[in-house]
């Protein structure tokens, strides 16, 4: 049986409950990324911040203006949710990120409906 915490991707994830961040290149893209993820139950809220970056690239320092989607998600939804990033995505490498947190029991409670919710689109 594979370890419920080990993801094909090559990261290990908490099981539980996580945001997920990365950042997008407009708000544009960020929003269709964001509406993929809800409708097919990857997440269960997505939020855009708009944010300045300072990173390393090609050798240099970069900066940019980008926008930093967070989704809201449990970790059994890792694998799909970054083949869905990474499909939509217009950067060469999205630097996708998971973060554990602990939900109030009602924000978990409706977490877990959100994404088990089996309706048609």
């Not at 970054?82 to 602990?102: K, M, R």
């Not at 924000?107 to 919710?117: H, K």
Request: charged share 25%; glycine share 6%; proline share 5%.
């Amino acid at each position: 049986m594979m370890d419920p915490t080990a993801s094909r991707h090559g990261a290990t994830v908490p099981a539980g409950y996580g945001d997920v961040h990365v950042t997008c290149g407009s708000e544009r893209e960020a929003e269709s990324i964001g509406d993929v993820l809800i409708r097919e139950s990857l997440a269960a809220c997505v939020q855009l911040h708009p944010v300045r970056s300072v990173f390393s690239w090609d050798g240099g320092v970069e900066h940019d203006e980008e926008i930093m989607l967070v989704a809201k998600t449990r970790s059994d939804r890792w694998d799909a949710l970054i083949a869905a990033i990474e499909t939509h995505h217009g950067y060469d490498l999205p630097a996708i990120t998971f973060v554990e947190t602990v939900p109030s029991h009602r924000t978990a409670a409706w977490i877990d409906e959100v994404l088990d919710d089996d309706r048609e689109p």
